[in-house]
């Protein structure tokens, strides 16, 4: 039997069959795998109905496949064929979302690649490539998919002379200072992930005045919003100082674990009596896996910013309610009060099923000054301390940098920025 065509190949216009040839086994695999995507059909659901929650089926033993040898001609036949399959599919209309189908074909892969050096950000350069084809189901493949391309392109740039520049770069402040330290984490491929630095003042100044840590992630350095993390605090004239520097890839609970865990090996000190963060649970866990003794704090400012964004419509529909809201953060040091006030504030707006709300009360220990106002905080209520730093180096970075210069280019401006403090 004769190759099929391009034109066929593109559509399946002709059913597979056994003794089909092919040039090679990638064209026997693509064109099986369009085939089967035209086959839209769904076998009928032979589970019990009575049943309301089945167990997911994944192992049926079907038998279908498709075998293919290459012959003396050095060509492919098709030796073996069932098509039949014993278990309910997917329909045709959604067949373009099976792992098998989607693929970014090379002028959307293109048209990412533009976006993404545009300084658009993945979320909206895969909201603006749907809007293009009429919508998601059009577009042939996922949001995920979407960021794992952008991942292997990240990776792709990695590879050749950033990772040592960058190592370069410290090996150089090394020299010039005998106490700067840093921590490189890598993935699976040997590739940088996430950095942490400190010099000799940062280090000196931790062991000094380290009791109280903010740690702000908040800042967003280049087109991709990878955060720089900040670890700062106050000194005795209370005027802030900064411990420490990190450029995040991820912002998983294993990136946290693994920079608290280079941080206190740097810094080689106790850990803070209070740790100041935003209400993010990602840290959260990895806080309570490292620093389990350490009083967790929530930044207040945050936390209003919560709320405002989850309590939206009461905020709109009752002038009272900020105010109320704020005494709760602010005014109240005794527990009895700040119960009450809470109950009151519940019933006042009719808020007693709100989730956020509930979710918010049951971590009260964590930003109410009823609760912390026993352990030492240095009066620090916010991680908004590192405002001032931020806007310094907005001055210094332009957002629209590449990935390669951004690596080295933070850890040297931030050493510029920081003789200041």
Known sequence: MEIPSSESQGGCNVPIKLGME?????????????????????????????????????????????????????????????ENHNHPLVHSSLAHMLPSQRKIKVAQAYEIDLLDDSGICPKASFEYAACQVGGQCFLGYTKRDHMNFLLDKRKDNLKYGVARSLVGYFEKRTLEDPAFRYSLDLDDNGLITNVFWADG?????????????????????????RPLALFVGLNNHREMVIFGAALLYEESTKSFEWLFHAFFRIMSANK??????????????????????????????HLEKNAFKHLNHIFRANASFPRDFSKLLYDYE?????????????????????????????????????YGRNTFSGGMRSTQLSESFNGSLRGYLNLN?????????????????????
């Open 22 to 82: 092919f040039d090679s086994e990638e064209h026997a695999y693509e064109y099986y795998n369009k085939d089967v995507a035209a086959v839209g059909c769904r076998d009928k659901d032979k589970r019990d109905p009575m049943i309301q929650k089945h167990r997911k089926e994944t192992r049926t033993g079907c038998l279908a496949h498709i075998i293919i040898s290459r012959q003396s001609n050095e060509k492919f036949h098709i030796t073996s064929l069932e």
């Open 201 to 225: 003042k940062m280090i000196r100044d931790f062991k000094i005045y380290g009791d109280v840590v903010s740690f702000d992630t908040t800042y967003r350095t280049n087109k991709e919003y």
């Open 272 to 301: 803070p009596q209070t740790f100041m963060t935003d209400q993010d649970p990602a840290i959260a866990a990895a806080v309570s896996l490292v620093m389990p003794h350490t009083y967790h704090r929530l930044c207040v400012w």
């Open 334 to 370: 005794y527990e009895e009060d700040f119960l009450s006030a809470w109950q009151e504030m519940l019933e006042k707006y009719d808020l007693e099923s709100n989730c956020w709300l509930k979710n918010t009360f049951a971590i009260r220990e964590k930003w109410s000054m009823t």
């Open 401 to 421: 940098i590449s990935r390669d210069q951004l690596m080295i280019s933070v850890p040297m401006k931030i050493s510029h920025i920081t003789e200041k403090y």
